[in-house]
C-alpha cells in the first residue's frame, strides 16, 4: 500500500531535508542565499517552516546543491502536496490549532484524553452544538457556534475518508465517567451522543477508554491534550495541549514522551472494551 502523506507532513520533510542537504555540504545559509540570489533570512524561513518554497525555487537551490534527478523529482512532489490548501482553512482558522488540524488528518494514531467533553471526533452534530454553545455562552444557531461545529464535522470527514485507502488512523479515546454523566443538549441528544460513542467504541481502529469516578485522582488531571503519532521516523510525534489561556503545539520529544507516558497510564488503570461499552449502557439505563 503507498505511504500516506499529506500537506503537513509533505511541508516538514521538504524544510528537514532543504537543512541537511545544506548543512551535509558546509553551506551557511547566507551563502546560499546570495548564490541563488534570494533576499536575506529567505532560507530561514523556508527551513524552519514559516514559508513554504515554490517548486522552481526547489529546483534552483537543489541544483546548487548538485542533487540528482531522483531526489529533485521526490521534493518536487512532496512541495506540490505541501502546497494543497487544508479544507478547513475555508472557515478562517489560524495559528497553532489550523496547523494542529492539519497534522491530525494525517496521523497513523491520535490519542485524546478529554475530561469536560466528548473528544471532538467522536461527536454527534447536535451534541457537538450543544457543548460548543455552552462553551461559547451563544445559542446554537450563532455563526461562531456553526462554524466551530462545521470545522469539527470535517476533522471527522477528513479522518474517515482515509477508509476508502485502507490508512485510517487508530483513535484512542480517554474521557472521565462524568463525561457520560453530564447532561449536555437534554436528553435525546445525549442518548444518541452515549449510543454513538459506544458503536464507535465498537470498530476495529477505535479504543475507547473511560476513567471511572471511583479511581479518585489520575494524571490525566492537568488538562486536555491530544497525543499524534506518526508511523515515519522522519516525522516527529506531537502533542496538541488545550488550555484555557490559549492551545499549544508542541513537537518537542521530552513533551511527547511525557504525554505518551500519561496516556499509556490511563489506558493501563480505565476501563476499556466490553468494560466501557457496558458502563455506557448503565448510564444510558439510567444507573
Not at 252 to 273: F, H, I, N
Request: glycine share 8%; proline share 4%.
Amino acid at each position: 500500500m503507498p505511504e500516506f502523506i499529506g500537506p503537513a507532513i509533505a511541508r516538514d520533510r521538504v524544510r528537514t531535508r532543504l537543512r541537511e542537504l545544506r548543512e551535509a555540504r558546509s553551506l551557511q545559509v547566507g551563502e546560499v542565499e546570495r548564490a541563488v540570489h534570494w533576499p536575506a533570512s529567505a532560507l530561514v524561513d523556508v527551513e524552519s517552516g514559516t514559508r513554504l518554497i515554490e517548486p522552481l525555487e526547489l529546483e534552483t537551490v537543489l541544483s546548487h546543491y548538485g542533487c540528482d534527478d531522483s531526489e529533485t523529482i521526490e521534493l518536487v512532489r512532496l512541495v506540490r502536496i505541501a502546497r494543497t490548501p487544508l479544507s478547513q482553512g475555508r472557515h478562517q482558522l489560524t495559528g497553532e490549532y489550523l496547523q494542529f488540524a492539519g497534522y491530525e488528518s494525517e496521523a497513523s494514531r491520535i490519542t485524546h484524553y478529554q475530561p469536560l467533553i466528548v473528544p471532538g471526533l467522536l461527536q454527534t452534530t447536535a451534541y457537538a452544538l450543544a457543548a460548543t454553545a455552552t462553551i461559547l455562552g451563544a445559542g446554537p444557531t450563532d455563526s461562531d457556534v456553526v462554524a466551530v461545529v462545521q470545522v469539527r464535522r470535517e476533522r471527522q470527514r477528513v479522518v474517515e475518508s482515509r477508509l476508502a485507502t485502507d490508512d485510517l488512523p487508530a483513535i484512542v479515546a480517554i474521557v472521565d465517567e462524568v463525561v457520560l454523566r453530564r447532561r449536555i443538549g437534554g436528553d435525546d441528544v445525549m442518548r444518541e451522543q452515549l449510543e454513538h460513542l459506544s458503536t464507535q467504541a465498537a470498530r476495529a481502529h477505535v479504543e475507547l477508554i473511560i476513567m471511572p469516578t471511583a479511581v479518585g485522582g489520575h494524571v490525566g488531571l492537568g488538562g486536555v491534550f491530544e497525543l499524534l503519532e506518526f508511523p515515519d521516523s522522519r516525522d516527529d510525534d506531537l502533542v496538541f495541549i488545550e488550555s484555557a489561556t490559549g492551545d499549544t503545539l508542541s513537537r518537542d520529544p521530552e513533551v511527547t514522551t511525557r504525554y505518551r507516558g500519561k496516556a499509556d497510564r490511563l489506558r493501563a488503570t480505565g476501563l476499556s472494551e466490553d468494560n466501557a461499552r457496558s458502563l455506557i449502557q448503565q448510564v444510558l439505563d439510567g444507573r
